[in-house]
């Protein structure tokens, strides 16, 4: 029985008395007439709509006592809170992948009820391939809510797919005639359910429209102060914010129209306010991260910082929106590295730009600004350009006696010297670097920009070439390799790894698989699909190089992460690690030599397997599951940072050899 017209909780037992047949009786003695009427029945008895008569909820509980065989079904937003409720949450429907097909796409029950409510006004609308991707972001962008859903397909009578995708507020605000005036559009949906708030919810409910991506939390309590657990979960019993439990702890979100709708109810006064509150402790968690990224709990905070981008990056625009350049430039600061290991080049190049035309940014801000954006466009292939932010960031660091930016420019412009060929400038920069570093504070980047700077010098030597080029290389990195494992440092274990197995192939094939083998499994723990590709390239050239033959398994294997290789390097977009001594003409041999191997439909069947294997997948095939290398010593750790223990360092229980006190010459 619907329940949405009552508005007097003492109104609900009269009601059900009235609809099983036990007579119109009012007051106390409802409860026993109904209860009297239902007990020797066996009755399911549906009350819909009860979310806003919950006062009502004794009753009903003291009627499901007082009758063994009667079951009731409430729905309701919010819980009833009595003994033996049990609670079913009706998520929103299922939504296509962001890959699916277009036989995917309209499979998924979302699009499914989003087409059977279109054919109710244009009998004969069919989805063409075309627009099956747009119908998917019409479902995505409504959150897979039936009753959006439904509202929004309607208006297909008079708007295309690609048309109603960019009009959804007005195809939201109008529905059938016969629906309760609350259900006839979304907005009045939401304010019955924000009606039923008091205003202690009803402020946070506006509020939280400023998280773009959800919130923790701890985030939150730095946002609106530590009172806030009571509020926030009025909003969830409400089901106008949603709650998963991971295993990181309890995450919350709003689904997208909701936050919509709280974003049109926050005023510009208040929505500033917020907006720095929530900028700041944004900030906060940013710069907890950057100092993460180069120790052992790298992998923890880059998966956490995933999950918080969208607010990181709503942070940096609200920031420059505001004219606060010293937030806005410190967080572009603190994001540049997960940046640059996720792959999120084009976007943090965006950022780093915006940042910059902010009136007014302090010289020690915007060093840090051109750092970073030089750093995105190393990483997008644009090595001159790079080189001349750098340049520019470190006539400013010179000019202010920044020690710490002197570091990362002079190691900046050895490796854009590096990537442009010209290896004796990088050799002279990148040992300028070395002692900059290591005079650094250990809480500075020193300690990990020392350790980086020792690999790219190795590579820079090798580069230069000489009799005594191999040595002096290998030194340093080793000695960058064993700061970074001292330190738990993922990144710069690799980088080191790549260099020696490029440096043992000649002559220990074995020695630079096991190097390739590890490097791969740490580049898949910290997510960077870039610098697993390089790995992967590595590993085909010399598991089909011209030393020894290649058939059968074997081929079918390499051809299979050379396909892997290429989806990794598509989906960041860049190479990224243009300090890497690649040889081109080698892999481009090795290609041909499994392609001759395998036959062209065999050969290009197992790349093509390769670009669809998930990065798990990728590891065991690329690193030989079961066989007891390095790599596997190095598992991704099962807590984040916060969750009671570090992230788990590579090499962990293995003897890393002391860095010397000294660099190398």
């Given at each position: 029985?619907?329940l ?20 119109a009786?009012?007051?106390p ?65 299922a939504?296509?992948g ?69 009009r959804?507020d007005?195809?939201?605000s ?26 202690p ?7 939280l ?7 923790t ?26 709650v ?39 900030l ?5 991260a950057y100092?993460?990224?180069q ?6 905070w ?5 999950r ?26 603190a994001?540049w ?27 020690r ?47 900046g ?7 442009r ?24 980047d ?18 230069l ?34 260099n ?20 791969t499994?740490?580049?898949a ?7 697993l ?29 050379l ?28 290609r ?17 397997a ?19 290398d ?36």
């Open positions: 029985m619907p949405a017209t009552l508005d007097d909780a003492g109104a609900v037992l009269p009601a059900v008395a009235r609809a099983v047949g036990a007579g009786v009012d007051g003695a409802a409860r026993d007439a109904v209860a009297a009427h239902l007990r020797p029945l066996r009755l399911l008895l549906v009350l819909d709509n009860l979310e806003h008569l919950l006062d009502a909820a004794a009753d009903v509980a003291e009627l499901v006592r007082a009758c063994p065989d009667l079951s009731v079904l409430v729905t309701s937003r919010a819980p009833l809170r009595v003994g033996g409720e049990v609670e079913h949450r009706v998520e929103p429907l939504l296509p962001a890959t699916a097909s277009p036989g995917e796409v309209l499979a998924s029950p979302a699009v499914t009820l989003f087409c059977e409510r279109a054919r109710d006004v244009v009998p004969g609308f069919t989805v063409e391939r075309d627009d099956a991707r747009t119908v998917a972001d019409v479902c995505a962008a409504l959150a897979g809510i039936p009753l959006a859903l439904e509202l929004a397909a309607a208006r297909v009578r008079v708007l295309s797919p690609r048309d109603l995708l960019t959804l007005e195809a939201l109008g529905g059938r005639r016969d629906l309760p005036e609350r259900q006839r559009t979304m907005q009045a949906t939401l304010d019955w359910s924000i009606g039923l708030l008091d205003d919810a009803r402020r946070l409910f506006r509020r429209a400023v998280f773009a991506g959800g919130w939390l701890p985030v939150l309590e730095a946002v609106e102060g530590p009172a806030v657990l009571p509020v926030l979960e009025a909003l969830v019993e409400q089901s106008l914010v949603r998963e439990h991971t295993g990181d702890g309890a995450r919350f979100s709003m689904l997208e129209p909701t936050r919509q709708h709280a974003r049109r109810l926050l005023g510009e006064d208040e929505r500033a306010r917020v907006a720095a509150a929530h900028a700041a402790a944004h906060a968690l940013a710069e907890e100092v993460g990224y120790r052992d709990a790298q992998v923890g880059l998966r956490r910082v995933e918080e981008h969208a607010d990181l990056l709503a942070a940096v625009d609200s920031s420059c929106a505001a004219g606060d350049g010293e937030t806005a430039g410190r967080l572009v600061w994001m590295l997960f940046w640059w290991m996720h792959g999120h080049l084009a976007v943090g190049r965006r950022a780093c730009e915006a940042v910059l035309d902010v009136p007014g940014l302090t010289d801000v915007r060093v840090r600004v051109d750092l970073a954006l030089g750093a995105m466009l190393f990483a997008q292939g644009e090595h001159e350009h790079a080189e001349e932010v750098w340049q520019r960031a470190h006539r400013l660091a010179e000019a202010g006696g920044d020690d710490e930016a002197l570091a990362h420019t002079t190691a412009t050895g490796i854009t010297a590096l990537a060929g010209d290896a004796a400038t990088a050799v002279a920069r990148l040992r300028t670097a070395l002692p900059l570093a290591a005079a650094l504070p250990a809480a500075s020193g300690p990990w920009l020392q350790a980086l700077g020792h690999v790219w010098t190795g590579t820079a030597l090798t580069a070439g000489g009799p005594d080029a191999p040595r002096r290389a290998r030194e340093h990195f080793e000695a960058g390799l064993a700061l970074a494992r001292a330190r738990g440092d993922r990144l710069t274990t690799f980088v080191a790894l790549y020696l197995a490029q440096a043992e192939a000649p002559r220990d094939p074995l020695a630079a698989r096991r190097h390739l083998r590890e490097g499994a740490l580049s723990q910290v997510g960077d699909l870039a610098n590709s390089h790995f992967l390239d590595a590993l085909v050239v010399l598991g089909a190089g011209a030393h020894e033959p290649v058939a059968g398994e074997d081929a079918q294997r390499l051809a299979t992460a396909g892997a290789a290429r989806a990794a390097r598509e989906t960041v977009g860049a190479d990224v690690y243009g300090f890497y001594l690649r040889d081109d003409a080698q892999l481009a041999a090795a041909e030599r499994l392609r001759e191997a395998l036959g062209e439909d065999r050969f290009a069947a197992a790349v093509t390769g670009r669809a294997l998930p990065v798990a997948d990728v590891v065991r095939l690329a690193t030989g599951e079961g066989e007891p390095r790599a596997t010593d190095a598992g991704e750790p099962d807590r984040a940072p916060g969750a009671g223990e570090p992230d788990r360092a590579p090499g962990a229980g293995l003897t890393a050899r002391a860095a010397p006190a000294t660099a190398p010459s």
